[in-house]
T-cell receptor
Framework: QKEVEQNSGPLSVPEGAIASLNCTYS??????FFWYRQYSGKSPELIMSIYSNGDKEDGRFTAQLNKASQYVSLLIRDSQPSDSATYLCAPEVGGSYIPTFGRGTSLIVHP | DVKVTQSSRYLVKRTGEKVFLECVQD?????MFWYRQDPGLGLRLIYFSYDVKMKEKGDIPEGYSVSREKKERFSLILESASTNQTSMYLC?????????????FGSGTQLSVL
């Protein structure tokens, strides 16, 4: 079984701060990496995908990937209370394009 | 927008019953998935399917089977429900053949087995 490790949290940050969510994975063959957001009582929804080493920015979100270190992160700038959710890291199982989900990090943004 | 519809939001069954969870997607996606989500354990893949009449085991297939007779419909079957199958079940679908295989999830079925 491929391992995906995330700190379960909760990670608590003040409104306007940068939230940093981290994820390590064991499958060296993984090429595609996804971040899903899941609000309480709702289904996950994709917010970021990244395939190459380095940074990828989309609005207030930045995904960072380091394949050599088997590490992927998500930064949320100017955090808002509406960002409070569980964030699921999901690298794809090597070559299959099927994501394996981490257990998620709970983020709380307080006013 | 893609719509993935799960037939029931809440379901209560008794131990030993045969349970059918239905999932339908309306975007002609090739891939369909069944996950279960439990507190502290995250999302775990039960079965998936790349095409009609095709199925592959995921990480936790024991106690489950699936059926895909039509492209848009993917059913999860609990042959003899047990209390340890009490969980949130999530169906998802995606396009095949690209690296950007975004999963679209249904709203989930909370199954309680008594």
């Amino acid at each position: 079984q491929k391992e995906v490790e995330q700190n379960s949290g909760p990670l608590s940050v003040p409104e306007g701060a940068i939230a940093s969510l981290n994820c390590t994975y064991s499958d060296r063959v993984s090429q595609s990496f996804f971040w899903y957001r899941q609000y309480s009582g709702k289904s996950p929804e994709l917010i970021m995908s990244i395939y190459s080493n380095g940074d990828k920015e989309d609005g207030r979100f930045t995904a960072q990937l380091n394949k050599a270190s088997q590490y992927v992160s998500l930064l949320i700038r100017d955090s808002q209370p509406s960002d409070s959710a569980t964030y699921l890291c999901a690298p794809e199982v090597g070559g299959s394009y099927i994501p394996t989900f981490g257990r998620g990090t709970s983020l709380i943004v307080h006013p | 927008d893609v719509k993935v519809t799960q037939s029931s939001r809440y379901l209560v069954k008794r131990t030993g019953e045969k349970v059918f969870l239905e999932c339908v997607q309306d975007m002609d996606h090739e891939n369909m998935f069944w996950y279960r989500q439990d507190p502290g354990l995250g999302l775990r893949l039960i079965y998936f399917s790349y095409d009609v009449k095709m199925k592959e085991k995921g990480d936790i297939p024991e106690g489950y089977s699936v059926s895909r007779e039509k492209k848009e419909r993917f059913s999860l079957i609990l042959e003899s429900a047990s209390t340890n199958q009490t969980s949130m079940y999530l169906c998802a679908s995606s396009l095949r053949g690209t690296p950007n295989e975004k999963l679209f999830f249904g709203s989930g079925t909370q199954l309680s087995v008594l």
